[in-house]
């Protein structure tokens, strides 16, 4: 029985708690950051506060992506390694042809190509997500170090390194183009077919299939597009350090996993919010920035990283033990 089908009295408690779930987290993140800003000396300053959107740019962009696919009951360890090796493969591309646009389209490629073939490993080998983008995480982080000699590669070229600089009302690019993610995705996810079906084969893939759901296909459409963005995210982020680092965005994949479970995207599929995973990866932001702010060490800084990445995994299995009852 819905709620709209008990009488005022009995559905009061029920609204409260739908209420409080949905937006705890909102809530939460801004009393944690009417307190930094009243505690922390220059947090609220506007250099911080765009740096502090700079910062978390990348994480944003691929935590879209990776909402997806924890939607659809997957998950993507070979982020990190992927940034990585496309910020390297577009940096030497750049490097022998001099063309930005064949340096991004190699680097876009490539990311293609990485994320088809978790998709084709997970959906239609059968392969288990975390030893498939386990293997492809270790693979393509090789691969970087191979193609770059284990040496960052350099780059001088303004075009490129434009993408990083450059400031648009005053927001730096990657900002932006976050953002635009956060646009599009929430988009894909809750105005069309596309994002419906992701949501059904993450809480019942089987039913999805019966509905007429092309389960495996679908997956794998989703997989590539989280290896396209987290590529774009690479190519952005060899632009803003001016190199290809082949040991770049090392656990970057446990950030953005922490992010999105924080914002409320369930680890056993079939439920994301897009403004939840912008919740989470301000959090996450946030707790950095301020740690920075603090001088605080960075030993310091990884065991925060992992409190915060097991307070995210017990909060999902509390609402999804609240949802059961």
Do not use: H
């Amino acid at each position: 029985m819905s709620t709209s089908q008990l009488n005022p009295v009995a559905a009061a408690p029920l609204v409260s708690r739908q209420w409080l779930s949905d937006y705890s987290m909102p809530l939460a993140y801004l009393v944690l950051f009417a307190v930094l800003s009243a505690t922390v000396e220059n947090f609220f300053s506007l250099t911080n506060v765009v740096g502090l959107m700079l910062s978390v740019a990348q994480i944003g962009m691929v935590a879209c992506t990776m909402m997806l696919c924890l939607a659809s009951r997957d998950f993507d360890l070979s982020v990190g390694s992927t940034i990585a090796f496309a910020g390297v493969l577009g940096a030497i591309v750049l490097e022998r042809s001099g063309s930005v646009a064949i340096a991004v389209a190699a680097g876009l490629g490539a990311g293609a190509l990485i994320g088809a073939l978790n998709g084709v490993l997970i959906a239609y080998l059968r392969v288990n997500a975390l030893i498939a983008t386990l293997a492809t995480m270790l693979m393509v982080r090789g691969l970087a170090f191979i193609v770059s000699k284990g040496q960052a590669v350099g780059i001088n070229d303004d075009s490129f390194i434009d993408f990083g600089d450059t400031r648009i009302f005053g927001l730096p690019l990657p900002v932006l183009v976050a953002g635009a993610c956060f646009v599009v995705f929430g988009i894909l996810l809750n105005q069309t077919v596309f994002g419906r079906n992701t949501l059904a084969i993450g809480g019942n893939p089987e039913a999805a299939r019966l509905a007429g759901v092309r389960v495996e296909r679908l997956r794998v459409w989703i997989f590539l597009l989280q290896g396209v963005v987290t590529a774009m995210a690479g190519l952005i982020l060899a632009s803003r350090i001016t190199s290809g680092q082949p040991n770049a965005a090392q656990g970057f994949e446990l950030d953005v996993i922490s992010a999105c479970v924080l914002g409320g995207v369930s680890l056993q599929g079939g439920k994301a919010r897009i403004f939840g995973v912008l919740i989470g990866v301000l959090i996450m932001g946030t707790v950095e920035n301020v740690m920075n702010l603090l001088d605080v060490d960075a030993f310091y800084q990884y065991l925060m990283r992992g409190l915060i990445l097991l307070i995210a995994v017990l909060l999902d299995q509390l609402k999804t033990r609240g949802e059961r009852r």
